[in-house]
């Protein structure tokens, strides 16, 4: 192995920075994958990461800074002093200012803000307003925007003078506004490619452009990018005017965060994204508010047992039953869990079709009931040699693999109806209910057939 | 209400289709949202949604069948006639094309391939070989290229003539290649708006550009997107020969496809994604697959219990407390498996970090250990009034939640390292483990103490 293998990639960063050397430290980040330098930049402590941007220019910590996850970079902002943090976000895109301003404390956010460049502090302001999942807060507002009046050769002539600014700028399209900034025309750069220097913008623009509203909602706008092959759409207020662009890349990217927020969520990680560099006690309480709902929900399930205490006496061996018709109803029900949510994200479900999802799921929950409740059956019956055990386990597990099917299917339609977060609250309620359905079910058909049980 | 609102949209589909109008059929194809088209479709037979099709020019049949999810569009393509199937494939573009044929049964793709225009097919053939997250699968092969000799003029010349061809494009970066097709440059289109016509192009485009390799993985893609601001990146052969173009939106949804059908593999659907309208019998045996898994490790682990009758016997209310201690530790567990997926998933973790996780998990596992253990303990001494009662439960679930947050938060490590999927096999493990070693720790305790405890 030579050295460069052994020496992990956070060391040599820690180092550089140490020696501030700033084209030595631009070279090494330039050739570490993005996802390096995330894992890299998360196994420094608060000041060297610190250190790290304040060596590098403002510019190239941007760069730096956008390669991280959300929860790094406003970990890093708030440690910076609030000059430092400033002038990085100076150099970042409109949308990603926004969006890093929304998350930090409010006192961090206006300490930064006043000492940012005042226009881009106005911008900034302005677009940490919206929420981050409407067409305000996905947007970005460097755009190039031209007068009516303008020739194609106009155009030209700014989008040379000023080649330095738009160099990273996503340009695909220009727009084209009338005097009271109103949107009346987009153009595309291939259309101006192939226009006379000398025609007027006005004849070569799309009249009456599609465009969204700044309270637009990002399943709105992933709808709209579906239907249309635009890879960016103006957003208008009320009264017409250009206020920016949302590209479709942001729209695709907010949708994936989501997306995976909700798998996060189902898992009963909540309140925001965990990683494991975030303190300690911050990471306990988060999980902790999750799994202390969970341990009452469960103690009121469990106490069904309680009150079948002399049937289980007399019938000792339910006790090894019950905990795996509690978890195999869990995973019946969650199954159905995840395709509701799934189908709700792709739009494959309404919230009122509780019906159409319960013929669905009952109809495999039955098939399924029948294979685990005789699977199950079958060992019971082999361990103690009484076919009524079999009958009882097998017979509460068949049938509550069908309650649990029909549960785990409609809850989170139901949830999505009344506005609470199907992907936080539909595998509680599951497990609570089919806990105890199933426990309930055990002993109803012991204690109804407890003569066949005792001689076990 | 009006008569627009109480008829379904599908409804309306299939009587449009039924009357076999095209315009009528396309105009209220345009007006609903993307993923209305899918809601919509889903709602009908197979001989219904192959009539739409059918109806619709293939252009506009095209258009319909890229709004479906994946699963839905393989589904109708197996409906059609070959030729029907063939004309709207035409129409695609090439990775969807190659992604869709994939999908496929051999005998269907074949049928397909061969009523297919013979260049649109011979791309499709070549591009289905490539597995679908890799650089050569997620490629389209419509792009423009132009030999070096060109004028800036030879090739706006050459874009006036194609319009219509290049329509559809994502014309964001024109390729340059040298006589033997290899890649020896890439032009801006705003670089060529701002250039003189006379100019020779081998002079305006970046040399030696970034390009990636056909057989680059999804992940070094991605990583590639996150540290260029590029739309697209070309793709070429060992010899350097141009291939195609990968999009960084079609990488965005590759990864966030990826995201979702983890996300299904952790809730218990594997095998592929379900939608409710899948043939009821695939959707049963699918989740079966992992159902039965599961039922023989759950019995595994409660045949634990069936070793400590006699304990269970003489103190019988600890068999209310099984099932709490069963599902807390999972939902502990889970949470670690959550955040150690997601981890990966960003890159933040390497698979060989296991003592960091182990130690970043068992603080966290202390803490809520703790925390946990009291409260159920306080139940259970406060229910029967014996403190020991108290320490048993509090006690084995104190230490259990330490032991699951161990294994969740080590295994998706130790299964991503000897390449098994981490979604689908984690959770199973998890709770076996934990099951067992919690029904252990119950006993175990129960068992040193069982003066104590028999006064109940």
Known sequence: MTATETTKPWEELARLAE???????EAFLDELPASDVALAMSRLSDDEQAQVVTVLTP?????????????????????????????????????????????LDNDDAEAILDAM????????????????????????????KYSESFTVGDVVEDMRERAEKYRDYDVQYAYVCDDSHCLTGVLRLRDLLLAKRSQRIAEL????????????????????????H?????????????????QRAAVDEARSGQHDSDFLKTQ??????????????????????????NIVLNVMAAS????????????????????????MSGCSGNQAVAVSLRELSLGLVRVDELLRVWLKEIAVGMLNGVALGLLIGL?????????????VVGGALCLNTMIAVSIGGIVPLVLKRFKVDPAIASGPILTTVTDMCGFLLVFGIATAMLEQLTNI
């Open 59 to 103: 510019d190239h910590a941007a760069d730096l800074v956008e390669q991280l996850t959300d929860v790094q970079a406003v970990e890093l902002i708030e440690h910076l002093e609030p000059q430092d943090a400033a002038a990085i976000l100076d150099e970042l895109p409109s949308d990603e200012q926004a969006d890093l301003i929304g998350d």
């Open 304 to 327: 069904v047992i309680a009150f079948f205490q002399d049937t289980l006496s007399a019938v000792i061996a339910l006790a090894v039953f019950l905990p795996i018709i509690s978890d």
């Open 205 to 228: 623009m799309i009249h009456e452009p599609r465009s969204v509203q700044d309270h637009t909602t990002l399943d709105e706008l992933f709808d709209f990018f579906e239907s249309h």
């Open 19 to 25: 020696s501030g050397s700033p084209p030595e430290l």
């Open 117 to 144: 460049a005042p226009d881009e502090a106005a911008d900034a302001r302005q677009l940490s307003q919206y929420d981050n999942d409407v067409a305000g807060g996905l947007m970005v507002t460097e755009l190039l």
């Open 230 to 246: 635009y890879l960016g759409v103006p957003v208008v207020d009320v009264a017409g005017c250009l206020l920016g662009v949302v």
């Open 379 to 391: 060992v019971a019956y082999l361990w103690k040699g009484n076919p009524y055990l079999g009958l």
């Open 268 to 293: 009963g990680i909540v309140g925001g994204e965990e990683i494991r560099t975030l303190p300690l006690l911050l990471r306990s309480r988060r999980r902790l508010a999750w799994l202390s709902v």
